[in-house]
């Protein structure tokens, strides 16, 4: 059912695909998870290359985005280290402090601030060589229990 009909009542909705570990995007981004061992805090790395950048030579905005969204849903995953989650962001604000440059490895730090039973709030901070900090992010996730 392509065409975004509804099954008819009684139809057995599609199977759930299986996660895939690495996602996609992960591997497109090259997003490497270098740390996790404490709950809630993840560590991510990826090499801004060449194929990044924005006219002005430094790393799109988005690109950036999204290694702090992954590390920060990743964190929010380990967060709720208890329960089998999905997480889902409801919400990502960044904020760009300096031109990531490309040629260098950049680090994402992500932390849960606070958790519940339906959300958990992240930050994240993103540094370039020399531990200068690029950017700061922060995220809601909601959580939906997986089978």
Do not use: H
Not at 57 to 67: E, H, M, R, Y
Not at 73 to 91: F, G, P, W
């Amino acid at each position: 059912m392509t065409d975004g009909a509804r099954p008819a009542d009684g139809a057995r909705p599609a199977p759930r695909r299986p996660l895939q570990i690495p996602p996609n995007c992960d591997v497109l981004l090259g997003l490497r998870c270098v740390d996790k061992s404490v709950p809630g805090v993840t560590i991510w790395e990826m090499d801004a290359e060449e194929r990044f950048a924005n006219p002005a030579g430094a790393v799109q905005g988005g690109i950036l985005s999204a290694l702090a969204d992954t590390a920060m849903s990743a964190s929010a995953v380990t967060y709720n280290r208890e329960r089998k989650m999905l997480v889902a962001n409801t919400d990502l604000r960044i904020s760009f402090f300096k031109a990531a440059r490309t040629g260098q490895v950049l680090t994402c730090t992500a932390r849960a601030v606070a958790g519940g039973r339906r959300t958990t709030f992240v930050e994240a901070e993103v540094v370039g060589a020399g531990g200068v900090v690029v950017a700061k992010a922060s995220s809601t996730y909601l959580l939906t229990p997986r089978d």
